[in-house]
Structure formats: C-alpha cells, structure tokens
C-alpha cells in the first residue's frame, strides 16, 4: 500500500536549520507531484513548498529564499532543507502526493504521510 513517511523533525533555535526527509512507496513516486505541508495548532493547513515530476518547483511566499524542496526519484525520497528558521515555522509538518496537480492546495494531493514536528523556539 502507499506510504509516505517523513523524519527529520525536531527542536531548533531562531536562526537555525532542518533537513526533513519523506520516505515514499507503494506508487510510482515519479509520477507524481510531491508537497510539503504544515499545520499549527489552531491553524489550517498550508502549502510550503511542492515540486513537479521534472523537478520546478514552488515554494509559498512566506518561505521563499528559505526554504528548498529537492526529490530523489532513483530513491523514492524528498527533501526539505529549511533555513533561518523562525518560531512561526513551528508546526507539524507533512509530505504529500499528486496526480494530475502540482501546487500549493491540499485538496489536491492524493496520498498523505503522518507528519513530523519542527518546534522553533526563540
């Protein structure tokens, strides 16, 4: 069955940095479109960063300059380097999947992992 799991989540200092990773199976990951998600608590889920089956990427404004979205599609993996990280970062983080769409909307995507948590403190 499909799984996506992600890790790299934890406890950092303002200014410091992150590398999540999403693990993918089950599917033909390079067929798909590939995001990343967050939520804080309270908040409604919000697009990061997604990036399409030949690589462009797109990447929310709050996160622009900050923030890279990378793929593996020899290793069914994706990454998410976040740096200069602030405490509105802080949220659970997930990776997702979509077929015939590739942006910034979660109603789009197919397949969901169970999240991460980065929690930035100042």
């Known amino acids: 069955q499909v799984q996506l799991v992600e890790s790299g989540g934890g406890s950092v200092q303002a200014g410091g940095s992150l590398r999540l990773s999403c693990a993918a199976s089950?599917?033909?990951?390079?067929?798909?479109?590939m995001g990343w998600f967050r939520q804080a608590p309270g908040k409604e889920r919000e697009g990061v960063a997604a990036?399409?089956?030949?690589?462009?990427?797109i990447y929310a404004d709050s996160v622009k300059g900050r923030i890279t979205i990378s793929r593996d599609n020899a290793r069914n993996t994706l990454d998410l380097q976040m740096n200069s990280l602030t405490p509105q970062d802080t949220a659970q983080y997930y990776c997702?999947?979509?077929?015939?769409?590739?942006?910034?909307?979660?109603?789009?995507?197919?397949?969901w992992g169970q999240g991460t948590q980065v929690t930035v403190s100042s």
């Open positions: 089950g599917y033909s990951y390079s067929r798909y479109c």
């Open positions: 990036i399409t089956t030949g690589g462009s990427t």
């Open positions: 997702a999947a979509a077929v015939g769409y590739c942006g910034l909307s979660a109603v789009g995507y197919n397949y």
